[in-house]
């Protein structure tokens, strides 16, 4: 796809995600044969060892990533979700309502290329499938690394394309062929499956992405691959 055009889908994203927010969580489970929920929880395993932390999850959704690092530490003052599709903090919200950390955690609108907080007001900042649907990545990443403390850390959660030739083709085959038409069936949108496949194709990931974070100003990256290398989690220190 033409990259401009890519660049206006990605802007209008949030529509997209709002329009399927009432089935957005169970198709998760469903394409993931719910994986997705310990690829979360591997995100909060890469929480800082640190009391009364104060943490930034972008691109927040339905807040399955907000809870899962708030059920791996218990040393979280306070946590921030932000998002651009208000449909999709709503159920977040009312998810953490019964919580027993619902009091710390507060869901705003907000778009992850302009963080509204002062430098260093982060611990620990985490993006789980979200960096790719920025039209300017490298804006996110300058910005998660401005408002990190000096010895804060980010994770971000991102589909990637497997290393393995045979496992590589049979993953494309299931992006383009089986994922579209479940996705379809299950949310009756045809178009945000079809965008799904689109931008995980064409998103950098492994030592290319680590590059791009290093550009932004992070001197510590790591990549650690999950499920083959469908799916990455890198890491990045100040």
């Known amino acids: 796809m033409h990259n401009a055009a890519m660049s206006i889908e990605k802007d209008k994203s949030f529509e997209m995600f709002d329009r399927i927010s009432p089935t957005y969580d169970r198709i998760n489970r469903i394409l993931s044969l719910g994986l997705d929920m310990r690829w979360r929880k591997n995100v ?31 040393e979280i003052a306070e946590a921030v979700g932000i998002d651009l599709a208000e449909e999709m903090l709503a159920i977040g919200k009312k998810k953490i309502q019964n919580k027993q ?16 907080f002062p430098d260093n ?3 620990f900042v985490s993006l789980s499938f979200g960096i790719r649907n920025m039209s300017d990545p490298k804006r996110c990443l300058r910005e998660i690394a401005r408002v990190l403390k000096p010895d804060g850390r980010a994770a971000i959660l991102e589909f990637s394309l497997p290393k393995n030739q045979l496992i590589k083709t049979g993953h494309l085959f299931y992006l383009r062929h089986v994922l579209p038409k479940i996705g379809t069936l299950l949310s009756k949108d045809q178009e945000a499956y079809r965008y799904l496949n689109q931008t995980i194709e064409s998103f950098p990931y492994g030592s290319v992405f680590c590059a791009l974070m290093r550009d932004a100003g992070f001197s510590k990256t790591a990549v650690y691959p999950q499920m083959m290398g469908a799916v990455s989690l890198y890491t990045g220190e100040l």
């Open 121 to 123: 007001s982060f611990h």
């Open 44 to 74: 909060a395993n890469h929480l800082p060892q640190r009391k009364n932390m104060r943490i930034l999850d972008i691109a927040t959704g339905t807040g399955d990533q907000m809870i899962a690092l708030m059920e791996g530490s218990s």
């Open 101 to 116: 950390f619902g009091n710390k955690v507060r869901f705003q609108k907000a778009s992850g290329m302009e963080l509204p």
